[in-house]
């Protein structure tokens, strides 16, 4: 029975060793949160996947070939994904209030990397904000301040 569970997990974490999955965690499921929000629109620009990086790089301070391996690693699971509810648990049970917030920046940021947002982005973002208990005021304020450039 335990080794079936134990299959079962490594399965789960394509066979990679668990202090690795631990340490990615947190960067896999928010890359593939930041994936999912440039795809919502059906397009994912250049624009978008440019911020995406930037994002990885300068939060997560990874290299180019680590934010490859991330970048892969987040499509494939997103791909996979039914809904975002596995990527927004995650970040939930390991972000602070100011943790979910930033990430919460950032998918609006990557919506409006291309210049403007579109509904399916909106409801995209709003839907990961609820999950990820940010409130209503306070993603608005952040989607304002990605419509303006700021921070």
């Known amino acids: 029975m335990i080794s079936s569970i134990e299959n079962f997990l490594n399965d789960l974490f394509d066979g990679q060793p668990k202090q690795?999955?631990?340490e990615d965690e947190e960067r896999v499921a928010s890359a593939?949160?930041?994936?999912?929000c440039a795809n919502a629109d059906g397009i994912k620009s250049s624009a978008?996947?440019?911020?995406?990086?930037q994002i990885l790089s300068e939060h997560f301070k990874l290299s180019n070939s680590e934010i490859e391996r991330i970048v892969k690693t987040a499509e494939q699971r997103e791909a996979d994904a039914v809904d975002i509810h596995r990527?927004?648990?995650i970040l939930h049970q390991r972000l602070d209030r100011e943790g979910r917030q930033?990430?919460?920046?950032?998918?609006?940021?990557?919506?409006?990397a291309d210049g403007s947002i579109v509904s399916d982005e909106k409801h995209t973002v709003a839907l990961a904000a609820q999950l990820l208990d940010v409130e209503i005021r306070d993603s608005v304020a952040l989607r304002q301040a990605a419509e303006r450039g700021g921070n």
């Open 20 to 22: 690795i999955v631990d």
């Open 32 to 36: 593939a949160l930041l994936v999912h």
């Open 48 to 53: 978008e996947d440019a911020k995406l990086r």
């Open 87 to 89: 990527f927004t648990r």
């Open 102 to 112: 930033r990430m919460v920046k950032w998918l609006w940021e990557v919506a409006n």
